[in-house]
């Protein structure tokens, strides 16, 4: 019996440290942790993947090159932020705002973007493939070489957005808000579904 007590009391301890992790680091002495202000923090190239950064102020933040992989990044506010270059695989961005926020070249493929708010944000060269953006506002967002290619783009705002070069086969466009002269120049196949455009 004494064993069976020594165990079940180490098994509670490790449950209790468990407990009272705190989920959050310090980088570039800014703390990472949900409900964070970090507006114009300077984090470029921080390793930041599998952070919690819910609800964060990040506006004007400069986290170019940064690794925020699988990062839940939901509801933050990342409006004018520098994410050029950064890795944000698998990350969750669900209701952030990333209004005129600069994605240059970022890697945001399989990546959680339903509801986000991407007004004039810049895309350039972007990898969205296989993102999940039902509902995102991209409203004059520039999507030139962007791959989106079996994204889900269901109820999306695409109006006004430059879209040379974008590749949307396979995705799913069903019910976006778009035009024809929306779509010029993107590339599109027979797996691609459109909304019944004006």
Do not use: H
């Not at 923090?41 to 004007?60: C, D, M, P, T």
């Not at 791959?147 to 269901?154: I, V």
């Amino acid at each position: 019996m004494t064993i069976k007590r020594v165990v079940l009391s180490l098994a509670l301890l490790a449950l209790s440290a468990c407990a009272q992790t705190d989920s959050s680091q310090i980088v570039n002495g800014y703390k990472i942790e949900p409900d964070a202000n970090l507006a114009g923090a300077e984090l470029s190239k921080a390793k930041l993947a599998n952070s919690y950064l819910s609800w964060a102020n990040l506006v004007g933040a400069n986290l170019a090159g940064a690794n925020l992989a699988r990062a839940d990044l939901s509801f933050a506010n990342l409006r004018d932020a520098n994410l050029s270059g950064a890795n944000l695989t698998l990350a969750n961005l669900s209701n952030a705002n990333l209004a005129g926020a600069n994605l240059t070249g970022a890697k945001l493929s399989r990546a959680y973007l339903s509801s986000t708010n991407m007004p004039g944000a810049v895309l350039i060269g972007a990898n969205l493939r296989g993102a999940k953006m039902d509902g995102a506002n991209l409203a004059g967002a520039n999507l030139t070489e962007v791959d989106m290619r079996n994204a889900l783009l269901f109820e999306a705002k695409m109006r006004g957005s430059i879209m040379i070069s974008l590749d949307i086969s396979g995705a799913d466009l069903s019910w976006a808000d778009l035009t024809w002269e929306d779509l010029y120049g993107t590339i599109i196949n027979s797996d691609t579904r459109l909304p019944q455009l004006p």
